[in-house]
């Protein structure tokens, strides 16, 4: 995954939302990460600190939450949550299966002042 | 030369003026703070914590964001989709490992489809070498640089669909940078993203990079030529794409020899008269 990218989301919505908000600084900041979204984490903790320099969030602290994995089995066709992408479906065995929710990268709430 | 992301400062001659300053301009997808942007972001929202200075800071509070991190390349790939779909144009998003064949394909399918109006967007890193290979085949095309940058975002291509003019009622290919991992997140606004895995690559790879050929609605299997010469099992390659995929296409082509070719072709033919059909209806 591009962790670059994402911190410079990050940046841009820590701006509008500064904008709209009226607030200086951001204290904590926290994501949602599923666990398909193929996010580096330790990765993108370190794109964060050199993204968000000269922004408010400079110095936030950032706190990631994981998002469970599920899948569309085709064989049994049921939804089902996987650990890691290629896991077999845990209800028939299958291996073909479709992910549904997992993917998400959102920023969920900050802590400003 | 950008200390953060190493990118390359400066347009490049002919092709998009992705230049710098604009490439990173608040709202571009590949905006972050670094010196030379750092004063307009200031200008704009204030001194950041060093500024701080007021004593008897006012209290925390909670800002409910709930929203996805690529929102605003999201946003501008909704806006790519809206012009294309206005202009009754399918989009193509290309996306393979350096070598796959992309570009050798789209001078191929350039050929194949005479009399279709079609332009490409290419992006590489570096170089111009692949628009110069569209061009001299008489199709429109423009180059983005990337410089580090692995992906194409929606911003680039916006800006490139701008330039190009395009037809109504034809197609727009997009040769993504060569990379299996992060275009599978970047929304273009295309109607399609095709994979082109080629038959040396292991049959392994959808289970490697399996995010890029689920997000795929076509797989292309490229360089069938060399199976015979290589100990390539195609039926293998096949199996695993369906493992991450099973809803995905599947087409065995040589861009090479041209086997397989009339196949893609009709395969662009269909998915276009569908998204004309599902307009009018
Ligand atoms: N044998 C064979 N070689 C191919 C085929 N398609 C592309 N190539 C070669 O693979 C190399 C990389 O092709 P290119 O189109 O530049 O790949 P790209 O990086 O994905 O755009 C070139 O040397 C092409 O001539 C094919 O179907 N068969
Ligand atoms: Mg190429
Ligand atoms: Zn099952
Ligand atoms: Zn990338």
């Known amino acids: 995954m591009h962790e670059m990218s994402l911190a410079e989301g990050i940046r841009q919505m820590v701006l509008a939302e500064a904008q709209r908000h009226g607030f200086t600084a951001v204290r904590r900041l ?13 990765a993108l903790a370190f794109c964060f600190d050199v993204v968000m320099r000269g922004s408010p969030a400079e110095g936030a602290e950032l706190e990631m939450i994981d998002l469970p994995g599920v899948a569309m089995c085709y064989d049994c066709m049921r939804e089902v949550e996987i650990a890691d992408r290629l896991d077999p479906c845990p209800i028939c065995g299958g291996g073909r299966l479709v992910p549904v929710a997992g993917d998400e990268m959102r920023i969920k709430d900050m802590e400003v002042v | 030369m950008c200390t953060v992301c190493g990118c390359g ?14 490439a990173h301009r608040p709202g571009s997808a590949h905006h972050h703070g670094h010196d030379h942007d750092r004063g307009q972001g200031q200008l704009h929202f204030g001194t950041g914590p060093a500024g701080l200075s007021v004593a008897g ?8 964001v709930e929203t996805n991190i690529l ?28 070598g796959s064949g992309k570009t050798t394909l789209l001078v191929k399918t350039i050929a194949a489809m005479a009399g279709v109006p079609l332009a490409v967007i290419e992006g590489d890193q570096q170089t111009e070498n692949d628009a110069e290979r569209i061009r001299a085949t008489g199709a429109p095309a423009i180059q983005i640089n990337t410089g580090k940058g692995c992906h194409l975002d929606a911003d680039m291509v916006g800006r490139a669909m701008e330039r190009l003019n395009l037809t109504p009622g034809g197609f727009l290919f997009i040769e993504n940078v060569g990379n299996l991992v992060c275009p599978a997140a970047f929304d273009l606004g295309e109607d399609a993203k095709v994979a082109i895995l080629s038959v040396t690559e292991g049959e392994d790879k959808p289970l490697k990079y399996p995010d890029m050929f689920t997000a795929a609605r076509l797989a292309l299997l490229n360089k069938v030529d060399l199976a015979p010469h290589t100990d ?17 296409d599947i087409l065995r082509v040589s861009a090479r020899t041209g086997e397989g070719m009339a196949g893609w072709v009709t395969w662009l033919r269909r998915q276009h008269a569908a998204k004309t059909l599902a307009k009018a209806g």
Request: charged share 25%; aromatic share 4%; glycine share 8%.
């Open chain 1, 30 to 42: 926290r994501l949602e990460i599923g666990r398909f979204a193929g996010v580096e984490k330790t």
């Open chain 2, 9 to 22: 400062d400066g347009a490049k001659p002919g092709g998009l003026a992705l230049n710098h300053d604009a």
């Open chain 2, 57 to 64: 800071v006012s209290q925390a509070r909670l800002i409910e």
């Open chain 2, 71 to 98: 929102a605003k390349n999201d946003a501008l790939a909704t806006g790519n989709r809206r012009v294309l779909r206005a202009l009754g144009a399918y989009a193509v998003n290309l996306v393979s490992s350096p």
């Open chain 2, 232 to 248: 390539a099992d195609l039926d293998a390659y096949e199996a695993n794409l369906r493992r991450v995929n099973p809803r995905i």
